[in-house]
């Protein structure tokens, strides 16, 4: 699936794992991917781990990511 906003990929509800930012449809936090990544975990074991969450939401956060440092380095 192909995201265009980000809005579509993460939400954030009181309700929900405390109010913390997770992966649309899950309870998954986004920190839990920049967690496992910095420990050495490789985005198909993330994604293994947390079965709930697809690629594509790990890429679209990636490339909004991308777009965000791009954006800075223009400012």
Do not use: C
């Not at 986004?30 to 420990?39: H, M």
């Not at 790990?58 to 490339?63: C, G, I, K, R």
């Amino acid at each position: 699936m192909n995201y265009s906003k980000l809005s579509d990929v993460i939400e954030r509800s009181p309700n929900k794992v405390s109010g913390e930012w997770v992966f649309k449809g899950t309870r998954v936090p986004l920190t839990a991917l920049y967690e496992n990544l910095r420990d050495g975990a490789s985005i198909d074991q993330f994604l293994e781990w947390f079965p709930g969450v697809e690629r594509s939401q790990v890429v679209a956060v990636f490339e909004h990511e991308i777009e965000s440092i791009e954006e800075l380095a223009l400012a």
